[in-house]
């Protein structure tokens, strides 16, 4: 029994060291870096969803909040992030998860696009977006979201070649995609 509480001992005072250090043994003035994972609270700022009605972007907050930002006529990144946030959903049917995906082409992206988006995924989660431009570049820029436009266009007016085909030329470049979760 002595034994046991003379190693929990010494345990507890090697883990004390690293605290000590890190300190730099001038008391509770700790010096830490890293990226930061707190932000401030996201503006209550009102965008537009699939069905033309206008939608406030906490109205979808819950215990936490996936926000998306897509495209619809992206043809690659775009639906996988749907199609994972779909399964994500059905998998967190239970909790308190909202989701949410905010379009970087609100320009092509009208409410009647979005609309055949979600139903042409099966996504039942509001697909936003803003024709202010204005509006639009507050929401990207409170998520840190910089929109590539010349691969937005790359993808033409659906994403198809002039056959039918994808326009393999958009593979080869970066996809301005993002997915973020928010809580409370």
């Not at 959903?89 to 320009?107: G, W």
């Not at 055949?116 to 507050?138: C, F, K, M, Q, V």
């Not at 929109?147 to 007016?157: A, F, L, P, R, T």
């Not at 198809?160 to 409370?184: A, E, F, K, L, W």
């Amino acid at each position: 029994m002595r034994f046991v509480v003379t190693c929990l001992a010494m345990l507890l005072c090697i883990s004390a060291i690293p605290t000590v250090i890190a300190g730099g043994g001038h008391g509770d003035h700790h010096s830490l870096t890293g990226l930061q994972i707190s932000r401030p609270q996201i503006e209550n700022t009102v965008l537009t969803d699939q069905n033309g009605n206008p939608h406030s972007m906490h109205s979808e907050l819950a215990d936490a909040t996936v926000i998306a930002f897509i495209f619809t006529r992206c043809h690659d990144v775009c639906p996988a992030i749907t199609q994972n946030l779909k399964s994500a959903k059905s998998q967190l049917a239970n909790e308190d998860v909202a989701f949410i995906s905010i379009s970087v082409d609100p320009e092509y992206d009208t409410p009647e696009r979005l609309k055949a988006y979600t139903e042409l995924h099966d996504a039942d989660w509001p697909h936003l977006r803003s024709a202010d431009n204005e509006t639009i570049n507050g929401v990207w820029d409170e998520f840190l979201v910089q929109v590539d436009y010349e691969y937005i266009n790359s993808h033409g007016d659906d994403g198809m070649g002039d056959h039918g085909n994808m326009d393999n030329t958009s593979h080869d470049m970066d996809h301005p995609d993002s997915v973020t979760v928010v809580m409370p």
